[in-house]
């Protein structure tokens, strides 16, 4: 969660140790690209916004930027310029926290391609900044007060995309949208993540190359190709053209000049010897065309374990050849591999209404306090028991053996006293053994075997229609490993 110990410091000393002590949350790139493993259509997207930072920012958890944010346009009240919008709202973005939970919003809000233009007021970063869109699933809030619909969907969506950890994990996000089922699809091939799982640290392999660069070493120029499976211990064959043994036919194929290949463990792409590289394929059998085995690691589970793949053209400058990548292995491991198929454990329903002022717990008004050139973040140091967001819900999977305290660790920014919660915990989502499921539907009808929760019920018994349904590559993916043994185990 956000460490906070440089508050109130001078604005300018206080960014530089956020810079380089890691004081609160980890700073977006505002004039970067958007990440590139988000989908449009197909919403895989990738959660790392700390539960303390959803909790207890300067915009959400403020009743007056709240309503302002419930009520407007989203260009009219961020702009390029220092009096771009209201003053109350460019005062609350000197707390990086707001600027955080802006991002989320406007990533879960817009689809990819669109960008809303912000100026950060910060005297050691002032300037014109940019969010990017990725998930599409309000657009008209850019130029329009957003919808009831809207902004229950898009609430569902920041909160599912929260972890008390910040850390990145990659999340299968289903659900059912008011315009019909062209929002919330599937990806008939995943491809393995495109940046490391810290937050702070992208891929270096996936940016363009700076000048000629050759051979499979090298970090920079690589695509990102699909994701496999197999079994722990055996043998496993990737090529894209070479043989498997000499003489013999080959596996896979390239077209055009010389391509090479790289493995990684998991589900994210890697760099060369980095953390979660396996191995490199540049040709074989006195040939060009690249073969590789690996022995499938072991990553928990005894029957399956995941892999990555990536492909780049033997040499930078070359932009026209490509390759076919295929798997063999006696253990029958498997390639191309859906969302469905990646992603296939559920976790749970986040359903409600972030955007109510009247509906903040009456503890919560945190708030930027200026004296001077000081700025103070006042209120974020707050202890509430449960929810801040009394309209917020989460419910679980009934698979999950202690489904309640793997809520608690997800939604809860104090999770051991069950504070600073950004959701109320309602129950199992469905029928389990020891009490009855809050949601009416445990596949939406849009689109047929996802596995989305539909009509889900709070506290109260009142339906919530816009719920959004995350699913897992890994069990434990969001959870602090210090309790994941306890709270992430499945039935």
């Not at 211990?233 to 013999?248: D, H, R």
């Not at 053996?401 to 809860?412: F, T, W």
């Not at 689109?447 to 959004?468: H, I």
């Amino acid at each position: 969660m956000a460490i906070r110990p440089c508050r109130p410091l001078p604005v300018t000393l206080c960014l530089l140790v956020l810079a380089l002590a890691g004081c609160g949350t980890g700073l977006h790139d505002a004039d970067g690209s958007p990440e590139p493993s988000s989908q449009v259509a197909e919403i895989r997207i990738a959660n790392s916004l700390t539960t303390d930072a959803l909790v207890l920012n300067a915009l959400s958890a403020n009743p007056t930027s709240n309503g302002l944010l419930a009520s407007n346009a989203l260009t009219s009240l961020f702009g390029p310029t220092a009096i771009s919008g209201p003053a109350h709202i460019r005062l609350q973005l000197q707390d990086p926290d707001a600027q955080k939970f802006m991002e989320y919003l406007v990533g879960c809000a817009l689809p990819a391609g669109d960008i809303l233009e912000w100026y950060d007021p910060r005297a050691a970063s002032a300037g014109p900044r940019k969010w990017y869109g990725k998930a599409g699933l309000c657009p008209d809030w850019a130029t329009s007060a957003p919808t009831g619909e809207c902004k229950r969907l898009v609430s569902a969506c920041i909160l599912a995309r929260n972890n008390a950890l910040g850390r990145r994990v990659e999340l299968s996000i289903r659900g059912e949208h008011w315009t019909g089922p062209g929002v919330f699809t599937m990806e008939p091939v995943t491809r393995p993540a495109e940046q490391d799982p810290n937050p702070l640290v992208a891929l270096n392999s996936f940016t363009p190359c700076a000048g000629t660069q050759t051979g499979a070493a090298r970090d920079c120029g690589w695509k990102a190709d699909a994701i496999g499976s197999c079994t722990p211990g055996s043998q496993v064959w990737v090529g894209a053209g070479g043989p498997t043994s000499c003489p013999g036919p080959g596996l896979g194929s390239s077209t055009g000049g010389q391509m090479v290949l790289r493995v990684c463990d998991g589900i994210v792409g890697c760099d060369h010897l980095g953390g979660r590289f396996v191995t490199e394929a540049v040709g074989s059998c006195a040939g060009s065309a690249p073969v590789t085995s690996f022995t499938c690691p072991y990553q928990g589970n005894p029957t399956t374990a995941w892999f990555s793949v990536m492909t780049a053209p033997w040499s930078s400058l070359d932009t026209t050849s490509s390759a076919t990548v295929a798997v063999s292995s006696s253990a029958g491991a498997q390639y191309n591999l859906s969302e469905q198929q990646v992603y296939g454990m559920r976790e749970g329903a986040f359903y409600g209404n972030l955007f109510d002022p009247v509906a903040l717990h009456p503890q919560v008004n945190v708030y930027v306090a200026r004296e001077g050139d000081t700025y103070t973040v006042v209120g974020d140091n707050v202890h509430v028991q449960g929810s801040i967001y009394r309209k917020m819900f989460s419910c679980y999977d009934p698979s999950w053996s202690s489904g309640a305290a793997y809520s608690s660790n997800r939604v809860c920014a104090l999770p051991s006293s069950g504070e600073n919660c950004a959701a109320t915990v309602t129950g199992p989502c469905w029928n389990s053994n020891s009490s009855p499921g809050m949601c009416a539907i445990q596949d939406g009808p849009d689109v047929s075997g996802d596995g989305d929760f539909e009509k889900c019920k709070d506290t109260l018994g009142n339906v919530w229609r816009e719920p959004v349904t995350t699913w897992l590559n890994s069990a434990c993916d969001t959870v602090q490993s210090a309790t994941g043994t306890r709270s992430c185990g499945r039935k």
